[in-house]
């Protein structure tokens, strides 16, 4: 299936799955979505590695991948999915990942279910968007906002902002 067929398919999905009743229910609860909304995002909290984790990591190794820019920007905008869905689920689960925490990651972010690769940011944005107002238990608009303002804080307290600028721009 090429990728443009594969993007058809998908949005097709998204539409058949993204529920009136869900979206407009979620903005009548009074509890869970403001909760979730004020829950404080701490960018330090994603970042502490165990032991064991720093070791996993040195073995690992160092690999080089040849890539033209075409291709680096699309591998850049891939991780923007998945930490959108990252995010998505470190919020909602407000810090503690829990069971869910694999279903969710792999249902919001289309570059782990369809294989997505996208060209620009501004189908990034909206990819993330429809599958955070289609598929989760919680699907408020103002949510997905506070997600993507995560996602910039995580992105702005790394070391190297050099490529995230020119992903973003």
Known sequence: ????????????????????????????????????LEFKFDVTSLSSLTDENRDQMKNIGNREFLLDKTWQKRLHLGLLDILFAYCYDWRTTEGCHNIETPWNISRISSTLSWFETFDDMNEVVVSCFRRSLSYPLYRHWDLSQKVFKDVLKVLKSGTNKTTWVVVIS
């Open 1 to 36: 299936m090429s990728p443009a067929e594969r993007r058809k398919l998908k949005e097709e999905r998204e539409q058949s799955k993204f529920s009136d009743d869900h979206y407009l229910s979620d903005l009548m609860i009074t509890e869970e979505i403001p909760r979730l």
